[in-house]
């Protein structure tokens, strides 16, 4: 079947070498997270630090996880100063491009109360329900309940999040790594027809 596998391998492809060669990190070497961490950086989606470590027990900001999914979505982030919908983001925010981009297409969204909220720990319940959409699997997410918890069990279902933890939970940085080198290995689906008789499809690399 259609992975996102393949659009990750064309994106590295695209990529200078050294860009795809997979880092060293100190603390996650020999760890349960090395192979996971070491596929997202060698992407280029996630970084380590510059002291030679990536602290995969470390969690990340909503401003810093809109940055990621924007990379995710291969879609540009647009220009560091960007009047966004929020009034806690303003246009010198370092991340009001992404933060725009990202919620323009519809990666994210702000909260009830009209705020972004940036500088907040982003949750494995929010992480969770970007990358089920990424994915296309929101409908099976929704008719299983909704957020959160229908989207906590479609991804176990697909076999993307294998850990016990609370929605309102905040995710690591380790935890985000596996979350995209198992979603890699899901198929991608893609609605094709709308309406009462809407058919879904499997395709490869597409987002």
Not at 37 to 62: C, H, I, K, N
Not at 167 to 186: P, Q
Request: glycine share 12%; aromatic share 10%.
């Amino acid at each position: 079947m259609k992975k996102l596998t393949a659009l990750l391998l064309a994106l590295c492809l695209a990529l200078p070498s050294a860009v795809c060669a997979a880092p060293s990190y100190s603390d996650t070497a020999g760890s349960s997270y090395e192979k996971y961490v070491s596929f997202a950086t060698a992407l280029g989606f996630m970084e380590g630090y510059p002291d030679g470590t990536f602290q995969a027990e470390e969690t990340m900001t909503r401003a810093e996880f809109a940055a990621l999914a924007v990379r995710l979505r291969g879609i540009d982030g647009g220009s560091a100063e960007v009047q966004t919908p929020f009034p806690d983001v303003s246009a010198g925010h370092w991340a009001s491009g992404v933060i725009s981009s990202a919620v323009g297409s519809g990666i994210l969204k702000g909260y009830p109360d009209g705020y972004f909220y940036p500088e907040e720990k982003i949750t494995v319940g929010e992480a969770i329900c970007v990358m089920i959409g990424m994915l296309g699997y929101q409908y099976f997410a929704e008719n299983q309940g909704g957020y959160p918890q229908g989207y906590l069990a479609q991804a176990s279902s697909l076999g993307i999040w294998r850990t016990a933890a609370n929605a309102d939970s905040v995710i690591t940085r380790g935890m985000i790594a596996e979350l995209i080198y198992r979603a890699s290995e899901v198929d991608i689906l893609r609605q094709v027809s709308y309406g009462q008789t809407a058919e879904l499809e499997k395709k490869r690399g597409v987002t």
